[in-house]
């Protein structure tokens, strides 16, 4: 087995151990696998041919978020924060150790923390481009529910935030996605704003 097999299989093995269960087309997974493999299919469909650091960072997004709860924060703005700069470091950490057993060099290690660090995004373009993969998972997978959840205000705002993250490529991207009339009514009304 090549080496982005064995990471492959790490990073799926260790999502695989996420107690959180999501069912998805009449199958059930492990949350954070299943967020694994529409990160992939997505980098897949919107940039065939990504480099193979691409490809692992964005298999690897996710890897062990359950092992940090957002509860363990404050529930605020500011705890928010710190729980994303934690849980950062610790998919960098996870991946380090899973591409160093898989035999990979410090180069590419080092290039796939990176991404999953978010170091220069906006101004990196394979930073940009695992963003891009990453809004667009959240508004094809994740809005539904997080609409449900908060009120259209909040929505609004987290669109507008997301949009401003992503690049005009992947915005009209977006309209190529099956959404709710709600939710597009919720899109247009945050890219307006």
């Not at 269960?21 to 469909?45: D, F």
């Not at 590419?108 to 906006?122: P, Q, R, T």
């Not at 939710?183 to 704003?193: H, P, Y």
């Amino acid at each position: 087995m090549e080496s982005y097999d064995l990471a492959f299989a790490g990073f799926d093995a260790h999502n695989g151990k996420d107690p959180h269960l999501e069912t998805w087309q009449g199958k059930e997974y492990p949350k954070e696998l299943l967020y694994a493999i529409r990160m992939s299919e997505r980098l897949e469909a919107f940039a065939p041919g990504s480099s193979e650091y691409i490809k692992l960072a964005a298999r690897c997004q996710h890897i062990g978020r359950w092992e940090i709860p957002r509860s363990s924060y404050p529930m605020d703005r500011k705890g928010y924060l710190q729980w994303r700069n934690s849980l950062k470091s610790h998919h960098a950490t996870i991946a380090e150790g899973i591409l160093a057993k898989s035999g990979y060099g410090k180069e590419i290690i080092d290039k796939v923390k990176f991404l999953l660090l978010k170091k220069e995004l906006n101004r990196n373009a394979d930073t940009q481009l695992l963003e891009d993969i990453i809004c667009l998972v959240f508004i094809d997978f994740y809005l539904d529910e997080f609409a449900r959840k908060h009120d259209d205000e909040k929505v609004v705002d987290i669109l507008r935030k997301t949009m401003k993250k992503m690049t005009e490529r992947a915005i009209v991207e977006v309209s190529r996605i099956s959404l709710t009339p709600k939710i597009q009514a919720l899109i247009k009304k945050a890219g307006e704003s």
